[in-house]
């Protein structure tokens, strides 16, 4: 062990502590709100993805920030020690890069999925039937309610601490139904219906948090960017009251 | 690095052979055509793998013998 | 830029620079070849094994033998250059392009019909229309390949095994067209 | 007429290309009036199918080689004056510069779109650009910047360097080399054209039906989008065969440069998995032009398989953008750090696995398409492998500076940045391929930040570096050291913080591609818009740099460097035949610090026979 490599070993331990430190124990990299048990999964995943790529980022960033400082030469006069390879070191190397990432395949890759398939499955409470169109969302839900996100006052409402499942398609052109809060999100392409889940948790209400918003996430031209319409979560006996309003209207 | 002249035309068999040789493969690949034919309008479902066995061997002695495949890493037929 | 060093290492003399183009004109055909295994493979994911009853498949299986038999020439014509037999060059360059004409014929009959029964409008028809068009897309340019081998040859620029690298070309070319259609012709008219 | 006489060419070509532009025009609106009312995009598309064939022929082609086909002689175009710049020159290094010059344009043209598109997101709300012109302005950014990183290094670096770097005297088809240029300004003219068409609003990816509807600006750039595909199948091509069979004496696999290497594996890429994006756009067209139904589901059609085959070619086209950069990278940090690449042969081979796994990753940029879920996990598990060979590349970075003797010049700065930078592309790069964090971070400003990170601080520094570093050998000029530090600290600093905020607006739930966005992220977006606003400053540093050097620069040496690949072997700039005698490579190109090692030998005319050394105010 020479002086850099013990250096370097330091420098890399001390940025280690104070990312995980930032990362563990300071709110400096908040999540936005979670409005559904799948945004749960996602954040964990997020989260515990992060705190494993500060080592690695540290252990780079001090390397490079070490010989930046240490090994500079105001010139081409002399060469660096011959070195091209230790092979030991190489198959280290490649030992943890690969362990490391068939880890994050399994944990939070497949894991996660796993878990959001589990929470995906089973009865939905309410199924809601969402089509896409340039530029609005039909929202069908239950006893021939329907809500049309360009009409005054729109928005979905759904009923709290239930499985709702959305079947999602579209009329035109590709869009993409994202919830921000629930981090959820799939396309709506035409001809083809795809689902997404989401266990909604909290009431939550645009006009507080924007992340309670159903937007179009895949560019669908002209007024792509004002394809969104505010969601709310109440509480299951408003929900119902609501549905049963909008039911009496439409008839 | 210095080539023989002959590798230009390495795959340069006798004309009499260069005939005969083309005569063949012809034959080879009517056949399959015909075959496909057959196993494509009696088999209806299910030709899929039956078809795949007999036109990736067509194709390749095509390729193997009409394009010279083997000129290109410099060798012979 | 023939210089004294260049001449020396052969990277310059004329077996190199066949060299260099054969490896350059089997990229392209490699290239080429990737472009056919997208239409193949969007037949397949649209329509899975789908076969419309409509296809003439007599007029597929002619076509196709039609192609081989065009093959066959143009290797009779490589074949001949490389001899430097130049009226045998001649006469089968004119098979292989006449062939050519008759397989475009042929399309353009099935093209006809299939306007009738699956046009390309519709499902089946958009990838038969498209992949039947690519490829005689290729069989235009090759024949037009072929126009100007046969009136370059004329003028006894390829008469001998030095310079007949043109015919070897286009002959390869031609070839890589014919298994292009062997690869086609199952994928539209047999598969079900 | 002096004044004219360089430019004739051009002139012809544009003459050739509006009569083959009318040529084709006439010819689709006979077919389309045989059987209803001509059509205005069948007539676009075939009247620049036209004006291409014009356009080529009048800039030389026809001197140069269609000549050779009816049975004349071909006539050389090449001379040694600047006007040969505008003309069809064979010589790999005029190809070379004049990529190098386009594409720079075309980065400071698509950087000015950026800033345009920043001042409309500094607030919330529709500022200034309407909503169609806001999807023009970010789609022709797009395409262009994916234009700038696929054809700089490949069509401006390999070209210059790779016959230099192997002691080749040109490439092995000029010709085709010199068409893959020429076939581009046709594209920049197209893609000008666009908002006269009515501008296009599908973004690069052009997905279907989107791309199906709408304005024929949309054909203009699809039309632009495959010819650039064709050039870049050909300069695949033409490498590939370059560096098989034109090595000089000696030079052995294993004694190439490892840029040598990362351009053999990038050709590949382009030369096979462009045909997809080809058959892709061809099949849009098809679908718009001729009424198809690929991909319209009333017609038997389906848009995800666009997806399908659009990510098959365009997830290796990064590798085709990033393999040369980190080719640069490493030549760079050897020759400054004097040290040997690091573990040489496992970064060949990592860079071959790249390769390999590109092509088995596309559907990553599908896990929220409603594609079936079964695939979701095996696309995961192929993606994340490719950081392993990635890893390697780190090894070797982190390798070679490690005890070496780091001397910190201008293209040495932007390589260590290029480290820098793409470990924080390649880490958030994993949040993207996990499937459970996509779910969320698909198609937000976190994927705008990743791929920021990996192809602009990726390459894009790559690029600054390869321009520093070969300057001297391409203009014969020493650029301004002090300028060239001065910008790599403005362009690192504010850089990084213009994009790394993008990763929280992307948490936060700001969807890419937008005009307009919630409340709550303008204080984040008003931040990053004035901030990019001092990184585009930056670049005009370096234009100034580049072209006040260029004139008034200092003569540079042959070696200014004292690095020891074949390049800086021969003068500044070199010889039209590159090497008055013929190298003969002996040992291995990186051998810094091994005693009596040569790489090379030349001739010694052929070396510092070029001016005194007056190089410009190197050292620290």
């Not at chain 4, 051009?10 to 059509?39: H, K, Y």
């Not at chain 4, 690029?463 to 690192?492: D, S, V």
Request: proline share 5%; charged share 15%; net charge negative.
């Amino acid at each position: 062990m020479n002086r850099d490599t013990v250096n370097v070993f330091f420098l890399w331990l001390v940025l280690t502590a104070l990312g995980e430190f930032v990362i563990l124990g300071t709110d400096l990299f908040s999540y936005p709100i979670v409005g559904a048990e799948e945004g749960h999964v996602v954040d964990d995943a997020f989260f515990f993805l992060t705190a494993l790529a500060v080592p690695v980022a540290a252990f780079v960033l001090s390397m490079l920030g070490y010989a930046f400082i240490r090994f500079r030469v105001s010139g081409p006069d002399e060469d660096g020690p011959p070195v091209k390879m230790h092979r030991s070191w190489a198959i280290f190397w490649l030992l943890w890069t690969t362990g490391l990432t068939l880890f994050v395949i399994v944990h939070p890759g497949i894991t996660g999925i796993l878990e959001i398939r589990h929470l995906g499955s089973g009865e939905p409470d309410l199924v809601v039937e969402t089509e896409g169109s340039r530029w609005y969302w039909t929202i069908n839900y239950p006893d021939g309610v329907t809500v049309k996100t360009f009409e005054e006052d729109a928005e979905m409402v759904l009923p709290v601490d239930s499985h709702v499942k959305f079947e999602v398609t579209s009329t035109d052109v590709l869009h993409a139904f994202w919830v921000p809060a629930f981090r959820m999100k799939v396309d709506a392409v035409p001809g083809l219906v795809t689902t997404i889940s989401a266990t909604t948790i909290g009431l939550g209400n645009y006009r507080d948090d924007p992340q309670y918003r159903l937007q179009c996430a895949e560019l669908c031209g002209l007024l792509h960017n004002g394809m969104d319409v505010p969601v709310r979560v109440v509480s299951v006996a408003e929900f119902d009251a609501w549905l049963a309003e909008k039911a009496v209207t439409a008839a | 690095m210095a080539l023989r002249k002959e590798q230009i035309v390495a795959h340069k068999p006798s004309r009499r052979d260069a005939t005969l040789l083309g005569l063949v493969v012809f034959g080879a690949l009517m056949a399959m055509e015909i075959m496909e034919l057959v196993i494509g309008v009696r088999i209806t479902p299910g030709a899929l793998p039956l078809l795949v066995l007999l036109v990736v061997p067509g194709a390749g002695v095509i390729v193997w013998f009409f394009m010279h495949l083997p000129a290109v890493w410099g060798g012979e037929e | 830029m023939t210089t004294e060093h260049a001449v020396e290492h052969g990277i310059h003399s004329p077996e190199m620079r066949v060299k260099i183009n054969r490896i350059g004109l089997w990229l392209f055909i490699l290239s080429d070849a990737f472009f056919f295994v997208a239409l193949i493979s969007s037949r397949f994911y649209l329509h899975g094994t789908y076969r419309p009853d409509d296809l003439n498949q007599a007029l597929g299986l002619g076509v196709s033998i039609v192609l081989l038999l065009s093959s066959l020439t143009v290797y009779r014509a490589e074949v001949a250059a490389s001899y430097g037999d130049r009226a045998a060059t001649q006469r089968n360059i004119l098979f292989t392009i006449g062939l050519g004409l008759l397989f475009a014929v042929g399309v353009g009959y099935e093209w006809y019909e299939a306007f009738s029964h699956f046009p390309p409008s519709t499902g089946f028809g958009t990838i038969f229309f498209t992949l039947t068009g690519v490829h005689a897309t290729h069989v235009f340019s090759g024949l037009i390949v072929l126009g100007f081998l046969w009136w370059l040859n004329r003028r006894g620029k390829y008469s001998s095994e030095e310079t007949y690298w043109p015919v070897e070309g286009a002959a390869k070319y031609w070839h890589f067209v014919d298994v292009a259609w062997v690869l086609i012709y199952p994928t539209l008219y047999l598969v079900s | 007429m002096s004044f004219i006489s360089p430019f004739r060419f051009v002139i012809r070509a544009l003459v050739f290309a509006t009569i083959g532009f009318i040529i084709g025009s006439l010819l689709a609106s006979l077919i389309t009036g045989a059987t209803g009312e001509p059509a205005e995009e069948p007539m676009l598309a075939l009247g620049y199918a036209g004006a291409l064939i014009g356009w080529l022929l009048g800039i030389g082609v026809w001197d140069v080689w269609a000549r050779e086909w009816i049975g004349l002689q071909p006539r050389s175009l090449n001379a040694q004056s600047w006007h040969q710049y505008f003309r069809f020159s064979t010589d790999h290094k005029v190809i070379g510069t004049q990529y190098l010059v386009t594409f720079v344009v075309v980065l400071l043209l698509a950087g000015f779109l950026a800033m345009v598109l920043r001042v409309e997101l500094a607030q919330p709300g529709i500022a200034f650009l309407s909503d169609q012109n806001y999807n023009t302005v970010m789609s022709l950014h797009g395409i262009m910047m994916i234009a700038v990183a696929v054809a700089t290094i490949i069509g401006g670096f390999a070209n210059f360097g790779v016959p230099l770097l192997i002691g080749a005297d040109d490439v092995a088809f000029p010709r085709i080399n010199a068409l893959s240029y020429w076939i581009i300004p046709p594209v920049a003219i197209l893609l000008l054209l666009t908002p006269l068409f009515g501008g296009f609003d599908t973004g690069w990816t052009a997905y279907p039906p989107l791309s199906t509807l709408g304005s024929s600006g949309t054909l203009l750039f699809l039309l632009a989008f495959l010819t650039f595909g064709l050039s870049s199948i050909l300069g695949g091509l033409n490498f590939l065969a370059t560096i098989v069979f034109l090595r000089a004496p000696g030079m052995g696999w294993s004694r190439m440069p490892i840029f040598v290497w990362s351009v053999f594996c990038a050709a590949l890429i382009s030369l096979t998995a462009t045909q997809f994006v080809a058959a892709g756009l061809l099949m849009v067209m098809l679908d718009r032009v001729v009424g198809m139904g690929f991909f319209d589901s009333n017609r038997g059609g389906d848009a995800l398989l666009f997806e399908h085959i659009f990510w098959f070619y365009s997830h290796p086209a990064v590798y085709i953008m990033i393999l040369p950069a980190f080719g640069i990278l490493l030549e760079v940090l050897s020759h400054f750090a004097r040290k040997p690449v690091y573990a040489y042969r496992w970064v060949v081979a990592s860079m071959f696995s790249i390769v390999l796994i590109s092509f088995i990753v596309w559907a990553h940029h599908l896990y929220t398409s409603g594609m079936p879920d079964f695939l979701h996990i095996p696309f995961m598990v192929t993606t994340e492998l490719i950081s392993i060979p990635t890893g390697v590349i780190f090894l070797s970075a982190l390798g070679i500076i490690w005890r070496g003797r780091l001397w910190l010049t201008t293209p040495m700065l932007f390589a260590l940045a290029v480290v820098f930078n793409f470990l924080i592309g390649g880490i958030t790069g994993i949040f993207l391929a996990d499937v459970p964090t996509d779910i969320h971070l698909q198609d937000t400003y976190f994927v705008v930040a990743h791929f920021h990170y990996t192809i602009m601080g990726g390459e894009i520094f790559a690029i600054m570096a390869g321009i520093y570093y070969w300057y001297p050998k391409i203009t014969g000029r020493m650029y301004n050291e002090r300028q060239g530090r001065l910008h790599f600290w403005w362009m690192f600093i504010s850089y990084n913080a213009t994009f790394l905020p993008m990763f929280w607006t992307g948490v936060w739930g700001m969807n890419r591609r937008v005009a307009d966005y919630t409340d709550n992220l303008a204080d984040l977006n008003l931040i990053i818009t004035g901030i990019s606003f001092v990184m585009g400053a930056s670049f005009l540093l370096f234009v100034y740099n580049m072209v006040s050097s260029s004139i008034r620069g200092p003569v540079a040496e042959a070696n200014p460097w004292r690095a020891r690949t074949l390049e800086w072997q021969t003068s500044s700039p070199p010889p039209e035949e590159n090497f008055t005698t013929p190298p003969q490579v002996v040992g291995d190109p990186y051998d810094y610090g091994v005693p009596d090692s040569v790489h090379a030998v030349v001739s010694p005319s052929g070396g510092s026979s070029d001016g005194p050394a007056e190089g410009a105010d190197r050292g620290a």
